[in-house]
């Protein structure tokens, strides 16, 4: 939980944002209103709540699409912090220390969220995008399954309480098995490319002229279940899993010798990729499950710009976004690209100066 201190340094900086640069396009200047009802949405005991997964998934997508700062305004009207507002704040903080031993000191003060990885500020839980909804022990909740941000990944627990979860250790005695509410929703497992696929994950830096200013964009593709409803006939629970893919591109800059995020345009273009995804051919009702049969999916020419931010993430996510059908009690195999290429970058690298990747074209 959130020392005094550190809430201290939240409050004054929530209330000190910077303005959303002026001259952006219409649709960055847009705001997003959030409609919701106590019925989708509560806050209990700094968790935040949803109805259920689909709803959850529903305004993940919303506050991804929105500018910081009107998502930190989203965040006071609900009464609740996310990790990643949390992080940005701490982030901020550091980055406005006046000398290296000042930085380094603010950095150990708040260890418990932040860490130097590789020469720059990170994060202590990777955000899989989840970041937006997750308080600050990474914990968020859909109907009766909670979540938890570790670094292997996200784990659920259907039926769980919150001390259960906040008590929760992944281990060899992390049982997968979804028979007792217990599962991965999503696991950090990285594939290698090899000469007949791209693997399921990129990474590209991108520097300006300088050497000052960065930015990082990553892909990654995963494989993530859920559990569904009770089956009538089998009076077992009903699991599904699905495939998803996850973009991000993040702004950096350096300060003495350490990389740390800021706000800045972002913008990423011709997102293309190719992956076997699943559609449902034949459903068994008796059994609650089906036989899939596997076809072509993916994104093409993907494109989309965010301004005054620190990051611009995307989730692709079923059928309407090339990734296929949610399964019933079948287990999917993990994903990898046939093929891969995409292109971002921020203001400061310049009006041509992209980092790219490409595999498979």
């Known amino acids: 939980f959130l020392p005094s201190f550190l809430i201290f340094i939240f409050t004054l900086l929530l209330f000190s944002c910077k303005k959303e640069i002026p001259n952006t396009p219409a649709k960055a200047q847009m705001t997003i209103p959030l409609k919701y009802s106590e019925e989708e949405v509560l806050v209990v005991d700094g968790v935040l709540c949803f109805v259920d997964a689909q709803t959850m998934d529903n ?11 009107l998502r930190k305004i989203q965040e006071a009207a609900w009464g609740f912090t996310s990790y990643a507002t949390l992080f940005d704040s701490i982030n901020d903080y550091i980055a406005a220390a006046s000398t290296e031993n000042e930085m380094l000191q603010r950095i150990n003060d708040n260890s418990t969220f932040v860490c130097i990885k590789d020469s720059t500020l990170v994060s202590q839980l990777p955000s899989f995008g989840h970041h937006y909804l997750a ?3 990474g914990i968020f909740k859909a109907d009766s399954t909670y979540y938890r941000i570790f670094e292997q990944g996200i784990a659920a627990w259907g039926g769980a309480t919150l001390n259960q979860m906040l008590n929760l250790t992944l281990n060899e005695d992390f049982d997968e098995d979804p028979s007792d509410g217990k599962y991965f929703y999503l696991k950090e497992v990285t594939i290698e490319p090899t000469e007949s696929v791209c693997g399921n994950y990129h990474r590209i830096e991108k520097y300006n002229s300088s050497g000052w200013y960065r930015v990082v964009f990553e892909i990654k593709l995963w494989r993530y279940g859920h559990l569904g409803l009770i089956c009538q006939y089998t009076n077992q629970q009903i699991y599904h899993y699905q495939y998803i893919s996850n973009l991000n591109l993040k702004g950096q800059v350096k300060r003495f010798w350490m990389w740390h995020a800021y706000k800045t345009s972002l913008e990423v273009q011709d997102v293309n990729f190719e992956l076997l995804v699943p559609r449902q051919d034949y459903y068994d009702a008796l059994t609650c499950s089906y036989i899939p049969r596997f076809e072509i999916g993916g994104q093409t020419n993907f494109s989309e710009s965010k301004f005054n931010t620190t990051e611009l993430s995307k989730i692709f996510k079923d059928a309407n976004n090339g990734m296929g059908d949610v399964s019933h009690n079948y287990t999917l195999n993990l994903p990898v690209f046939i093929k891969v290429r995409g292109k971002g970058k921020s203001a400061a690298l310049g009006i ?5 990747f490409s595999c498979g074209y």
């Open 135 to 137: 308080n600050a022990d």
């Open 59 to 69: 305004y993940l997508k919303l506050l991804m699409e929105m500018p910081d700062s």
């Open 352 to 356: 041509d100066n992209w980092a790219t």
